[in-house]
């Protein structure tokens, strides 16, 4: 059985700070890793892709991934009380089906 | 440019019913994949489907079934509904890049939540 691990938090942080949001997989031949973002109510938005090990950045965020120890993170700098949300880890299957094994999600909430 | 459209967005039925949930991908986009969402079990692959053809399924029984037409539209199917069944349904479409492999990049709609009384 495949699966994404995350702890499901919540994990308050103050507004400015840096927020590091944690997944492991117990899949190694995993290739293709993603962060979805989701608000309460409304559905998974795509925030981050990673495919190579080390370090991705786009805006405030940045993916790091590390395939040897099959852990994937995602760090939002500057935390914003928008940003509040849950975090969803998700790893591809493989095979090129688009089929998504989703972690729990880790509630993030920030504060003013 | 539209985004994923799912319909309807909420409905209720009852044990035993059938129900038939639509998705109109983003425009270009030939995959459609579906997802269960439920507070105990996550977000959970039921199908994907590329070209009219379903190419993948997830652990779902047989009365979970799909299709999709050559307009890139899918609809799902849910026959002889269980209480179980309750949950948000997500559609979400991408890309297929040159080569065959799908970049794994999903574009969630709105959902449609069923709710089995």
């Known amino acids: 059985q495949k699966e994404v691990e995350q702890n499901s938090g919540p994990l308050s942080v103050p507004e400015g700070a840096i927020a590091s949001l944690n997944c492991t997989y117990s899949d190694r031949v995993s290739q293709s890793f993603f962060w979805y973002r989701q608000y309460s109510g409304k559905s998974p938005e795509l925030i981050m892709s990673i495919y190579s090990n080390g370090d991705k950045e786009d805006g405030r965020f940045t993916a790091q991934l590390n395939k040897a120890s099959q852990y994937v993170s995602l760090l939002i700098r500057d935390s914003q009380p928008s940003d509040s949300a849950t975090y969803l880890c998700?790893?591809?299957?493989?095979?090129?089906?688009?089929?998504?094994?989703f972690g729990a999600g880790t509630r993030l909430a920030v504060h003013p | 440019k539209a985004g994923v459209t799912q319909t309807p967005r909420y409905l209720i039925k009852t044990r035993g019913q059938q129900v038939t949930l639509s998705c109109s991908p983003i425009s270009g986009h030939r995959s459609v994949s579906w997802y269960q969402q439920t507070p105990g079990q996550g977000l959970q692959f039921l199908f994907e489907?590329?070209?009219?053809?379903?190419?993948n399924k997830g652990n779902f029984p047989g009365r979970f079934s799909g299709r999709q037409f050559s307009n890139s539209r899918s609809e799902m199917n849910v026959s002889t509904l269980e209480l179980g069944d309750s949950a948000l349904y997500l559609c979400a479409s991408s890309l297929r890049l040159a080569g065959g492999l799908n970049t794994g990049e999903l574009f969630f709609g709105e959902g449609s939540r069923l709710t089995v009384l």
């Open positions: 489907y590329f070209s009219e053809t379903q190419r």
């Open positions: 998700a790893v591809d299957e493989g095979g090129g089906y688009n089929k998504l094994i």
